[in-house]
């Protein structure tokens, strides 16, 4: 099993910046994708970006495209979203996952983080 704990989230205001990081226990096939999701009160967990350990391919949800930014330490096995220009619709708590797989698909994600909340004031 792999333990995936998140770190970095708080209360900041429209506008400014966060970086979450995701430290993972091991790597193994069943981490060959780090994503982030999010859950925002009474919603559904969404995808929000995701990374290979191997390829370094990245993907984006839209919501995400030109403010945040997914990436990866392999040598400390760490995973960081850095979150620009926040917005009050940011707010949610923030999830690392791992898959054997990449995908936006928060099924296929058998490992989880416990979630860092990020709030954003306006």
């Known amino acids: 099993q792999v333990q995936l704990v998140e770190s970095g989230g708080g209360l900041v205001q429209a506008g400014d910046s966060l970086r979450l990081s995701c430290a993972a226990s091991v790597r193994t096939s069943s981490t060959y994708a780090m994503a982030w999701f999010r859950q925002a009160p009474g919603k559904e967990r969404e995808f929000v970006a995701l990374i290979t350990w191997s390829e370094d391919s990245t993907y984006l949800a839209n919501f995400a495209k030109g403010r945040f930014t997914i990436s990866r330490d392999n040598a400390k096995k760490m995973v960081y979203l850095q979150m620009n220009d926040l917005k009050p619709e940011d707010t949610a708590v923030y999830y690392c996952?791992?898959?054997?797989?990449?995908?936006?698909?928060?099924?296929?994600?058998?490992?989880w983080g416990q979630g860092t909340q990020v709030t954003v004031s306006s």
């Open positions: 996952a791992a898959a054997g797989m990449a995908t936006t698909a928060a099924k296929f994600y058998s490992s």
